[in-house]
């Protein structure tokens, strides 16, 4: 089963990830992988960390020669700002003066500070914060990029943008075609029509403005992807509660919607479902909509698969909201620190990493794991076997 784990603290020495269960023979290059690294770090809204850090990967397990072994991929992407923390993050016992030296004692609401200092005992709110950051994300980009790669084998595309940036909306809901793909690519706020983009920068500058944050949508579309991925039979197995999971695991994401979503719950059935047509071709069915968003039962439909996602705003806040200092439980603002005003655009690429993991896991369960080749030649012949039951049964 294809599997990860992410380590690292956001100005420790490193992040780390490993990958587990990937076929042999998929073509992985660190630049696919610092493509995808780079496209996390840029975007209107980010805070002065992103200055700093250019983020690389560093491939020290899994591939030779430009491809995958089969063994566990192992990936490295070193902290530059760690230059800046050597005593405060050392790993080993350091003077007290640096323990203490910016040590954090005053919880921000909306953060993981106050309940993981409660829960891992931690008076320095630091040793929360710093592993609660969703500098964590720059792994997990990393590990859907290799991902990413199985996929291109496979024919399928995953692409994110921005819907909204807090009371700015892009409507989201047309054909994404190769030129809105490009567009929403060079917009810093990944956003493909000009307009929005204009207003959503306008948006992120009022709340930098009023020491405040932003948050919004992003969606993700998957186009390629064979009927039947995931399964009815166990909750375990359905492709959009793995989606879903996936998506609110994702720092500062609040809801997860697949196709219409929560906009399904005030329509009648007969204005919700997609009605299927015969389109010819060796998967003959078509719809003439998508408000499923490509998961009917738990499983793609051949459709393209779409999931929005929502961000709440950013909690760390230049003007802070109230908080209790943990020395003597007295009110003060909340601790603030160098700081995103906006992420959705981030966050989208964030999305867009652990839809590919999701996709590439449940892709292997269903076709096989160990070489590339033997997933290409069981999906061929599930896609002929699948023509031929329709074909006989019709005649
Ligand atoms: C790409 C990205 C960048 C983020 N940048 C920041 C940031 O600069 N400052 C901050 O306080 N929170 C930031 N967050 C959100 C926090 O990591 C998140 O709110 C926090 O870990 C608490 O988790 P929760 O919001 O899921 O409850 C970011 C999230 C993402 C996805």
């Known amino acids: 089963m294809l599997k990860f784990m992410t380590a690292g603290e956001s100005h420790g020495p490193a992040l780390t990830a490993i990958v587990e269960g990937l076929p042999a023979g998929i073509s992985v290059g660190s630049a696919a ?13 980010r805070g002065g960390r992103m200055e700093i850090e250019r983020d690389r990967v560093e491939i020290s397990a899994g ?5 995958t072994l089969g063994s566990p991929v192992a990936l490295v992407v070193r902290n530059r700002d760690w230059e800046n923390w050597r005593e405060e993050m050392a790993v080993e016992e350091v003077e007290a003066e640096w323990e203490t030296q910016r040590g954090v004692r005053v919880p921000r609401p909306g953060h993981a500070d106050l309940a993981g200092g409660a829960k891992y005992r931690h008076g320095d709110l630091r040793n929360v914060l710093e592993r609660a950051s969703a500098r964590e994300t720059a792994a997990r980009v990393a590990v859907g990029a290799v991902c990413r790669c199985l996929l291109k084998h496979l024919d399928i595309q995953v692409v994110g943008m921005v819907q909204r940036i807090g009371e700015v909306v892009w409507d989201s809901t047309g054909e994404w075609r190769p030129e809105t793909i490009d567009s929403a690519e060079a917009s ?19 709340a930098r403005e009023d020491g405040d944050t932003l948050g919004g949508v992003f969606e993700i579309r998957a186009c390629g ?14 492709l959009d509660g793995r989606l879903a999971g996936a998506l609110m695991s994702i720092q500062a994401i609040k ?9 399904a719950a005030s329509r009648l059935g007969s204005r919700v479902h997609d009605p299927i047509t015969v389109s010819g071709g ?8 998508n408000n499923a968003g490509g998961i009917e039962g738990g499983m793609s439909n051949g459709e393209t698969i779409c999931v929005r996602a929502a961000m709440k705003p950013i909690p760390t806040l230049t003007r802070p909201l109230p908080s209790v200092c943990l020395d003597g439980l007295s009110p003060v603002d909340a601790h603030a620190e160098r700081s995103d005003v906006c992420a959705v655009p981030a966050a989208a690429v964030v999305g867009e990493a652990v839809v590919c993991f999701e996709l590439a896991r449940a892709l292997l369960e269903m076709f096989g794991d160990a070489h590339v080749d033997d997933i290409l030649r069981a999906m061929a012949a599930y896609r002929d076997d699948v023509a031929r ?3 006989r049964d019709g005649g």
Request: with cysteine; charged share 25%; proline share 6%.
């Open 33 to 45: 992988i610092d493509h995808d690294l780079r496209r996390r770090q840029v975007g209107y809204g």
């Open 63 to 67: 591939v030779r020669h430009g491809v």
């Open 188 to 206: 810093d706020v990944r956003c493909p029509d000009p307009r929005t983009a204009t207003s959503m920068r306008a948006a992120i500058d009022r």
């Open 225 to 238: 992807v064979v009927p039947g991925v995931g399964s009815h039979v166990s909750s375990d197995r359905r």
């Open 255 to 263: 809801g997860v919607e697949i196709g219409l979503g929560f906009g």
């Open 282 to 289: 060796q998967w003959p069915f078509g719809r003439t909509t």
């Open 389 to 391: 039951i329709w074909a």
